[in-house]
């Protein structure tokens, strides 16, 4: 049986230029068993008709919350209560901000508010409309109310620009909209992942550490965890809220992570060391403020437990995944890395390239095993996390098949 059999999907559109794409959505929706209902905006009606939505659905549209008819059986409330999910695509700098300020003034933003349905929104606006302040703000907001993001893919715009903002493509959609309806193949796992930076104190002050943000590794635990794994998540000093449903283990140092990760290890499926570690601490912490008396300072550093190569070292490994974050020669040293540490995988990133990486985000990852490589191109890192979590379990199981 397909995976959207009988689902009851609406599909809200909003008036961008990527609505053109939504009859092929529909259709393919369609084909893998979904009931589409569309909701469109005035906006949209500029670039797609309704009839024309009506005709590859099969069902009326809808486009006003003043239609007498339709508001008789108090349409906008049936239609939140029929929905199993929500998709709207694409989901403009507008309907985003509306959504997020809690507004009601059409159809589809009353139907965000009137919904116990999960609401996922694609969106599809310039690249510089996509960085302002204003939209990323929208869109942490809609994150922290449990919105699914879906995007943006990146590329050749309407308006000529390149860069994030493109609507996903309509394969991709469809992917993720039965993704969210399948079957949660990571179910009897238990993930442990270390995200962000690590601080090593230099007086109580000052400490030493790196530019990561924490986001891929909280993208990945969100990943996880959707896909139905236990997720533990070891975490340096971010400023993310961690995903629903995780375990959050909050530390600063590499020395905190080194004794969460060993504790951990051995109670779980797989170990993801995605956490940026300082490969040095200072000898001595100064136990007061270190004044400033000369032009110079040296400060003696010494070496930190390698966390990823001692989790890897215990008899009862588990399935392990490095990450490599480097800025030339990628793909030796990644190697390299794989297999002195004793990995099962690695991911690897070119941090040295604007617009991915730390602080970022988007990334680009190459994952690594002894035998293969698999791209995974630049995205949004909540759909780079969503891919790497499953050619992650791939890996897995494959091994596990031939252990028995």
Not at 74 to 83: N, P, Q, T, V, Y
């Amino acid at each position: 049986m397909q995976i959207l059999q009988d689902k009851k999907i609406v599909l809200g559109i909003s008036g961008g230029i990527a609505a053109y794409k939504t009859p092929e959505l529909v259709r393919r929706l369609k084909d893998q068993g979904a009931n589409i209902r569309v909701v469109m905006t005035e906006g949209a009606k500029a670039f797609i008709t309704p009839l024309t939505l009506q005709a590859v659905s099969g069902n009326a549209v809808a486009d006003s919350l003043l239609d007498t008819q339709a508001e008789l059986a108090m349409g906008h409330i049936e239609l939140a209560k029929w929905a199993d999910l929500i998709i709207i695509a694409p989901a403009t700098a507008d309907i985003i901000a509306r959504i997020a300020a809690g507004m009601a003034n059409d159809l589809l933003t009353t139907l965000c508010l009137a919904t116990s349905a999960p609401i996922a929104l694609a969106p599809a606006m310039n690249q510089q409309m996509w960085h302002a302040l204003a939209t990323q703000a929208n869109i942490k907001t809609l994150n922290e109310r449990s919105y699914q993001l879906w995007g943006p893919g990146s590329g050749e715009q309407a308006c000529g620009d390149i860069g994030l903002g493109r609507m996903l493509e309509v394969d991709e959609l469809v992917t993720l909209s039965s993704d969210f309806f399948s079957d949660k193949y990571l179910q009897d796992q238990h993930w442990v992942i270390t995200a962000g930076p690590t601080r090593e104190a230099i007086d109580p002050v000052r400490y030493i550490s790196n530019h990561s943000s924490g986001k891929m590794g909280y993208a990945i635990a969100h990943a996880a965890l959707r896909a139905g794994a236990k997720v533990t998540l070891i975490s340096g000093p971010v400023t993310l809220s961690a995903p629903v449903g995780c375990q959050l283990i909050q530390v600063n140092s590499a020395e905190e992570m080194h004794q969460q990760a060993l504790s951990l290890a051995p109670k779980c499926t797989t170990f993801v060391a995605c956490a940026a570690v300082a490969d040095y601490r200072v000898a001595n912490i100064a136990t007061q403020k270190i004044k400033k008396t000369n032009d110079a300072m040296q400060l003696e550093l010494v070496r930190n437990h390698d966390i990823v190569a001692d989790v890897a070292s215990l008899d009862d490994k588990p399935f392990m995944v490095g990450f490599a974050a480097e800025t030339q020669n990628i793909e030796h040293y990644a190697r390299g890395k794989l297999m002195r540490k004793n990995l099962d995988l690695i991911a690897a990133n070119d941090v040295a390239k604007s617009g991915q990486g730390f602080n970022s985000d988007d990334n680009a990852l190459m994952l690594y095993s002894a035998i293969d490589k698999t791209e995974i191109p630049l995205a949004n890192k909540q759909i780079i996390a969503q891919k790497l979590v499953s050619l992650i379990n791939q890996h897995y199981l494959a091994k596990l098949s031939n252990k028995i």
